[in-house]
């Protein structure tokens, strides 16, 4: 017998009432269940970090999170990043900055470093953002733009203040 | 003004970065049934038995099927043959029968309603196997002939006269590790059959389609131009993604055989033990030098370690391998033999610049070693013997991929003279390591040539809708190069138009049925020629029929900004015909047609080309060794490179920065270890160490436009792989520097325990403090 569970949880705004197994990964949930498939599955084992979802604030791999434990929760995904048709400054600077490739694991970087940007408000040094970008895996780019695309992100949103790498 | 060559942003990147990409398991069809394929946990041995009858009747199980339910003993064809080599006898069943011969072969497939009861149901299914020894060294004894895949030599002149009249002759071993492209999107495949039509729509093949979609017909039985290829996003190519495996026979099969729509999506641990593997090869190379230093000769014996099938690269990597060895140099004799040995691992495939990775960093640590031994400079080694301009093209008597080795144009010294003064300018060679302890700096240098633009063939439409839009339906596929970019800007020149208007679709078997797809860096070179002459093709026609409009002459009509205007005519007294009132006048019943004219605003163009084109560079590291630990950290990196005319540098300088991390990747920390059974060590990210933004230093680009390529209309060579070509010779130079050895670095990955061995054996020497 299948073990089934009724959750209520919000994504994106959105509020949604579903059946799920217990044993159901929040991830497999939210792409084939709840049809946001902009969050993507590299390993399934908490590495690669290209589900990386925002559940209540904190950014967690949604490949170890179960459905169910995303009861009364309010999850952010990729989807909920931009404004209508206009990007956020941060997928702005990730096109701006070539951060991205086959732009598989684009989304896992993107909402780790929106949960790091919308916590952490003290100037973001170069080491400081190298050392988030190593959280989760790119095969394509090399890094160097995500870096940058996080930085100049990161500056932007901390207006009249000097950037942290030039104070 | 031209748009080739403008930093323009990505077409691809507002559906990527909004969530909306359209990767294989985003894909899904209504009454979709789920696969899961049972692998052999055995490296080899005889199958006994095979139970799945309780797997065939666990909850929401559809079907089970094994060896003995296909069609046939199918095996899959090699795609990429070698004229002189026959490997019949070696390729890979789509499900094994009586023997396994890898830990992760196909033995059967489970179908259901939902991917978890798969799994569970596949654990159900008992496989009876007796063990055999597994063969997992390619290099012992016990390898015995009946092992060996395919033997080939590819050289020239009399290598074994110039060693005997040489002044000096310098020899090492190297052997690469066995690692691979990894892409971080797993593969997935999913079927759709219209079975009253004997249609079947396939979304998941990735980087040869047609060649796929016809294999595929040919298999089942079926008129090819039934089977569509859908375009789709794909999280990374790199070589592995998109060949034919046998799952690309086994979903399509089940979905007509069960009449329902099958998807397969792989896991991690899958992908790790099934997906091509490359790059494992023992080279034992020397080289013959006068007494001024010049090479005489040069040769490689090399065993490739090709895991337990020939799949359908055949033996392209090792021919690669041998043929592209001489690289940028003056090398009057050469012989390279290859020995493809078949072991009980994954099967091999190619990898980002299969051969010229592995054959780099034999010639270049070869060379850095004959500076020691010669008491010469590496660089003044490495000028004294590159090509030059004089000599060039360049025209070796070897064959590869079928094609002549000519080395088309280029300054390979001035390039190399940049680099050095560039590293030189940046501070690469001043640094000195951290005082005390046991970190030692050490500087290496590489160089190569490339290869890129394979052919025979790319085809391209372009299409203006009456919109005024422009599509451009290519053969190529989108697997985050930025194709889609790429073919836009190349339209836009050529056509005249806005490169925002300009819609690529590529790799939709339907709408592009003629392509040859996207691998051996040539969708650039091949498929944008193709696009490019198409383009062309269009604003010819659209200037006739605006003449007929305008009823004016061609000659005095120009095609700027994507509409028509007479030629001196400032006022604009004639009207401004857009691309759209061109469309509407070129479609069906218009007066403006002449009878049996076809309607449309439209081309397909062929490019051809039989030879390809040889881009160039040097890369520079500066690394940091602790003899302790055994850690190497990367600490700067340079590529310089030639690519005769970059369509948009920044997409350009992307490939290169992407390829230099993965080389980096497998130059320290990538490697799939097997135990004394065969059974793969490294099935997880936690073991399969993929560099993160930690161990990738920030790399520095000279990204040289000198030398076009003279075999196609935009000069363009291809710049997919030359990031990653001399990553491992360049890493193992600079590691070879810090620790003063005297001879080679041994094998690559220079992982932690290679490192402390190298530094334990030169103990008790001195070590020089700074590089």
């Known amino acids: 017998m299948k073990d089934m569970h009724e959750i209520r949880l919000t994504v994106n705004g959105h509020v949604h009432q579903l059946v799920v197994e217990a044993r159901r990964t929040l991830a497999d949930m939210l792409r084939h269940d709840l049809g946001y498939t902009g969050t993507h599955l590299g390993c399934e084992h908490g590495i690669c970090g290209a589900c990386t979802v925002i559940l209540d604030g904190a950014p967690v791999r949604a490949c170890l999170v179960f459905g169910v434990q995303a009861d009364g929760t309010e999850v952010r995904t990729v989807e909920g990043l931009a404004d209508g048709e206009q990007l956020s400054d941060l997928q702005q600077a990730f096109s701006d900055h070539h951060a991205l490739q086959c732009g598989f694991c684009t989304p896992g970087f993107l909402m780790l470093a929106e949960a790091y940007l919308a916590e952490d408000t003290t100037p973001l040094t170069e080491e400081q953002a190298r050392e988030l970008v190593a959280s989760n895996l790119c095969r394509c780019t090399g890094y160097q733009g995500i870096i940058e695309a996080v930085l100049a992100t990161a500056r932007a949103r901390r207006p009249g203040r000097k950037p942290a790498d030039e104070a | ?771």
């Open chain 2, 1 to 771: 003004m031209t748009v080739i060559g403008a930093r323009l942003p990505r077409q691809e990147d507002p559906r990527l970065l909004r969530g909306r990409g359209r990767f294989g398991d985003d894909i899904s069809a209504p009454g979709q049934l789920w696969a899961r394929v049972v692998r052999s946990g055995s490296a080899h041995g005889q199958v006994r038995g095979l139970d799945v009858t309780e797997a065939a009747h666990a909850p929401g199980i559809t079907a089970v099927v094994t060896a003995e339910d296909l069609p046939s003993r199918l095996v899959i064809p090699v795609r990429l043959a070698i004229a002189g080599t026959d490997l019949s006898d070696f390729l890979q069943p789509v499900l094994a029968a009586d023997t396994v011969r890898y830990v992760g072969e196909p033995v059967a497939v489970v179908v259901g309603d939902d991917p978890y009861a798969c799994e569970d149901a596949a654990e159900l299914i008992e496989i009876d196997i007796t063990e055999r020894p597994a063969v997992l060294d390619a290099r012992s004894p016990q390898n015995h002939q009946e092992n060996v895949a395919a033997e080939l030599t590819r050289g020239y002149g009399d290598t074994d006269a110039a060693f005997a009249a040489a002044a000096h002759v310098v020899r090492i071993d190297l052997a690469i590790g066995r690692h691979s492209g990894v892409p971080l999107e797993p593969r997935c495949l999913l079927a759709v059959p219209a079975a009253d039509r004997g249609e079947l729509d396939i979304f998941g093949m990735t980087k040869v389609p047609v060649w796929n979609r016809d294999l595929l017909a040919d298999m089942l039985g079926l008129d090819e131009t039934l089977i569509r290829v859908h375009a789709i996003d794909a999280g990374g190519g790199f070589g592995v993604r998109g060949e034919f495996y046998p799952e690309d026979f086994l979903i399509p099969w089940l979905a007509m055989k069960l009449g329902r729509p099958v998807k397969w999506a792989e896991d991690r641990a899958e992908h790790l033990m099934a997906v091509n593997h490359s790059r494992q090869q023992y080279h034992r190379i020397a080289a013959a030098f006068d007494d001024q230093g010049r090479i005489l000769a040069l040769e490689d014996d090399i065993t490739q370690d090709n895991g337990a099938y020939c799949r359908t690269h055949g033996v392209a990597v090792p021919e690669l391998t041998a043929a592209m060895l001489p690289g940028p140099y003056r090398v009057p004799a050469y012989r390279g033999r290859v020995r493809v040995v078949l072991t009980n691992k994954t099967p091999c495939g190619t990898y980002r610049a299969p051969g010229r990775f592995e054959g780099t960093a034999a010639r270049e640590h070869l060379l850095d070693v004959a500076a020691t031994q010669l008491g010469i400079d590496p660089i003044r080694l490495r000028m004294r013997n590159l090509l030059t301009p004089s000599e060039m093209p360049h025209e070796r008597p070897i064959s590869t991929l079928g094609t002549d080795l000519i080395l088309d144009t280029g300054d390979y010294p001035a390039l190399l003279a940049a680099a050095v003064r560039e590293a030189g300018r940046l501070g690469y060679r001043g640094r000195t390591a951290a005082p005390g302890g046991n970190r030692r700096l050490g500087f290496g240098l590489a160089m190569f040539v490339e290869k890129s633009g394979l052919g025979p063939q790319e085809t391209a439409d372009v299409t203006v809708s009456k919109s005024g839009a422009v599509h451009v339906y290519s053969g190529g596929t989108s697997m985050g190069q930025g194709i889609e970019t790429v073919l836009a800007q190349i339209t836009a020149d050529a056509l005249g138009v806005d490169p925002r208007t300009v819609r690529v679709t590529a790799g939709d078997t339907a709408a592009q049925p003629f392509g040859s797809g996207s691998w051996a860096s040539r969708s650039t070179v091949v498929g944008g020629s193709a696009v490019h002459q198409a383009a062309l093709a269009v604003r010819e026609r659209a200037l006739q029929l605006a003449a007929r409009m305008l009823e004016a002459a061609e000659e005095d009509l120009d095609l700027a900004d994507g509409s028509v205007s007479v030629r001196g005519d400032p006022d604009l007294k004639t009207a401004r015909l857009s691309l759209a009132d061109i469309a509407r006048a070129a479609a069906p019943a218009s007066g403006y047609l002449k009878p049996g004219e076809p309607a449309g605003l439209t081309a397909r163009r062929r490019f051809e080309v039989s030879h390809m084109t040889y881009p160039y560079g040097a890369h520079a590291a500066v690394v940091e060794v602790d003899t302790g630990t055994g850690r190497v950290r990367v600490l700067r990196y340079l590529v310089a490179y030639e690519v005769g005319r970059a369509i948009n540098p920044m997409l350009v300088e992307g490939q290169l920065r992407g390829g230099v991390a993965q080389g980096i990747g497998g130059a320290l920390f990538e490697e799939f270890r097997y135990d004394e059974t065969g059974q793969p060590q490294a099935i997880t990210f936690i073991e399969y160490r993929l560099p993160t933004a930690a161990e990738i230093p920030p790399v520095d680009v000279l990204l040289f436009q000198d030398a076009p390529s003279p075999g196609n209309p935009l000069g363009v060579m291809g710049a997919g792989e030359g990031g990653i070509n001399a990553v491992g010779a360049a890493v193992a130079n600079a590691v070879r520097d810090a620790l003063r050895l005297p001879g080679g670095v041994g094998q690559l990955p220079l992982d932690p325990a290679r490192v402390c061995a190298l530094a334990q054996a030169t103990t008790g020497q001195a070590i020089g403090g700074t590089a």
